[in-house]
């Protein structure tokens, strides 16, 4: 078992560009949250999907947006960069439709230049 | 989940010593208590995990506690080894809703 996957590990943009990045989850979970988390700062919750549905929300803007696809993998979008965006961003699967037992990818550290 | 302090932020033992994490958090519907560990440029793992109807749980080395009534959790590390040294996350959720974290203790065990 793989475990989660996340790509790109490591990425530079430039304010105002877009990006996406990926996610795969554990074997066996169908719910795929993700996280962004700043230097010495826990991570805060973006949203989580279920059913190919974004199921809650945190306290970000629309410019972070995400799909689920049927074989329960995710795609984080950020439109319109900004310097404040650069940070750890964290991607975890969890047990059906819950958040329980989430296990975590290694992330993909974002530098927004 | 709506808030969860952490305490303390850095702590630091000698090895083969004990570490305390604790945390408090303030819904009383939380039900749920897992504890991560993050090492330097790696996304954090699950290490032991808690659920409301149990008030203790171990594993080898390490162990949760949970009270209830006073709305605290701690995670316990005997016999601290050099690579025990990380960041260690609480987090709670209730229901539905999404985990909440702590802001984190960094570890360092000193051999």
């Known amino acids: 078992d793989a475990g989660v996957t996340q790509s790109p590990t490591h990425l530079i943009k430039t304010r105002g560009q877009q990006v996406t990045l990926r996610c795969s989850p554990k074997?066996?979970?169908?719910?795929v949250s993700w996280y962004q988390q700043a230097l010495g700062q826990g991570p805060q919750f973006i949203f989580q999907y279920y059913e190919e549905e974004e199921r809650q929300r945190g306290n970000f803007p629309d410019r972070f947006s995400g799909h689920q696809f049927p074989n329960y993998s995710s795609e984080l979008n950020v439109n319109a960069l900004l310097l404040g965006d650069s940070a750890l961003y964290l991607c975890?699967?969890?047990?059906?439709?819950?958040?329980?037992?989430?296990?975590f990818g290694q992330g993909t550290r974002l530098t927004v230049v | 989940g709506e808030n969860v302090e952490q305490h303390p932020s850095t702590l630091s033992v000698q090895e083969g010593d004990s570490a305390v994490i604790k945390c408090t958090y303030s819904?009383?519907?939380?039900?749920?208590f897992p504890w991560y560990k993050q090492e330097l440029g790696k996304g954090p793992q699950l290490i032991i995990d808690i659920r409301s109807n149990v008030g203790e749980k171990k594993d080898q080395r390490i162990a949760v506690t949970l009270n209830k009534t006073a709305k605290h959790f701690s995670l316990h590390i005997t016999e601290t080894q050099p690579e025990d040294s990380a960041v260690y996350f609480c987090a709670e959720l209730s229901g539905n809703t999404p985990l909440v974290f702590g802001k984190g203790t960094r570890l360092s065990v000193i051999a």
């Open positions: 074997s066996g979970h169908d719910t």
């Open positions: 975890a699967s969890s047990l059906p439709g819950t958040g329980l037992e989430a296990f």
């Open positions: 819904d009383s519907a939380s039900n749920y």
